[in-house]
């Protein structure tokens, strides 16, 4: 079954530090992988792409067909990176989204 | 350029009443997506259009649900006889082409069942 886990609903960090926000999933073929973030009181919007290989805002997330993975990654951490991120997987006709993290970056 | 629009932006109604919901998407975008978000829970795919035509339905919570899109442009997503679980955010997207295009999303519209 196609399926995307966020296994962490709420992650805390502090200014500065390294952030790791992870995704996992599976589908039986091969998929596109997204990151989507919600600012506050903003409407979703696409962080990156996997095809795209691109950094965005500092992020970076690397596909890892052999463990399923997709986590999105940001060496310093900063307090407008805060909000709600989504994973998401595009396979066939549906796109399949993660139950999101919620990222606090603490000043 | 103008987003992907949705009306109502709030919808109050009682168990037992149909509603509609409309979606606006960027012009010139022809792929259209549906989805719907319950309190707590992640983004549940209802519906993807190319086009006119929406080549799986199955993600359709139910027959009551029914969505159409005509034109190739503005979308509709019909529930009948709603239920008080049908309460959520209803989301749409637009993409350009297809699924490998970055979607863009309206701000929703909230329903609530009575």
């Known amino acids: 079954a196609q399926r995307v886990t966020q296994p962490e609903k709420l992650l805390s960090v502090f200014k500065g530090a390294p952030v790791e926000l992870k995704c996992n999933y599976s589908?039986?073929?091969?998929?596109?992988l997204f990151w989507y973030v919600q600012y506050s009181r903003q409407r979703l919007q696409l962080l990156l792409r996997?095809?795209s290989r691109e950094s965005i805002k500092g992020f970076t997330a690397d596909l890892n067909k052999g463990e399923t993975s997709f986590h999105l990654k940001k060496p310093f951490a900063q307090e407008e990176d805060s909000a709600m991120y989504y994973c998401?997987?595009?396979?066939?006709?549906?796109?399949?989204f993660g139950a999101g993290t919620r990222l606090f970056v603490k000043a | 350029g103008a987003g992907v629009s949705q009306s109502p932006s709030n919808k109050v109604t009682e168990k037992g009443k149909d509603v509609e919901l409309r979606c606006d998407p960027i012009?010139?975008?022809?792929?259209l997506y549906w989805y719907r978000q319950s309190l707590g829970q992640g983004l549940e795919f209802l519906i993807y259009?190319?086009?006119?035509?929406?080549?799986?339905k199955s993600g359709l919570p139910s027959d009551r649900f029914s969505a159409e899109r005509t034109g190739g442009s503005v979308s509709t997503l019909t529930i009948q006889r709603t239920q008080q679980e049908d309460s959520a955010v209803y989301l749409c997207?637009?993409?350009?082409?297809?699924?490998?295009?970055?979607?863009?999303f309206g701000p929703g519209t909230r329903l609530t069942v009575l």
């Open positions: 997207a637009s993409s350009l082409a297809g699924f490998t295009d970055t979607q863009y």
């Open positions: 589908y039986s073929g091969s998929p596109e």
């Open positions: 996997h095809i």
């Open positions: 998401a997987l595009t396979g066939g006709f549906k796109t399949i």
């Open positions: 012009s010139g975008h022809t792929a």
């Open positions: 259009f190319q086009g006119n035509s929406a080549p799986d």
